[in-house]
């Protein structure tokens, strides 16, 4: 069964740090893209990163360009990275990992075939 598990959520004040990290079980997805949503209460969800699988290809959403980095490790099963520095209140959301369909990357949730359960972040004023 695959299942995706993301941590290192929590409160953070404004201008702070967080890093948050995604593990795979039940298979590996080395050779998949893969990306990081989020979604606020009232808000539909919406894309924030994505990397290729081979790292190459990396794109963010124009609200936390120059804030945030995304990467991946394929030799380990904590994979997948978000860096999220000087962060403002409006980053608060429930962030979710996802594996890409293909080895791309992308910003359509649609071409993601497996979500994590995803883990709270919350930025304080």
């Known amino acids: 069964q695959v299942q995706l598990d993301e941590s290192g959520g929590g409160l953070v004040q404004a201008v702070g740090s967080l890093k948050l990290s995604c593990a795979a079980s039940?298979?590996?997805?080395?050779?998949?893209?893969m990306g990081w949503f989020r979604q606020a209460p009232g808000n539909v969800r919406e894309f924030v990163a994505t990397?290729?699988?081979?790292?190459?290809?990396?794109?963010y959403a124009d609200s936390v360009k120059g804030r945030f980095t995304i990467s991946r490790d394929n030799a380990k099963n904590t994979f997948l990275y978000l860096q999220m520095n000087n962060l403002k209140p409006e980053d608060t959301a429930i962030y979710y990992c996802a594996v890409h369909r293909y080895s791309s990357s992308s910003s359509r949730d649609s071409d993601y075939i497996y979500w994590g359960q995803g883990t709270q972040v919350t930025v304080s004023s």
């Open positions: 039940g298979r590996t997805f080395n050779s998949y893209g």
């Open positions: 990397i290729s699988w081979d790292s190459v290809a990396i794109v």
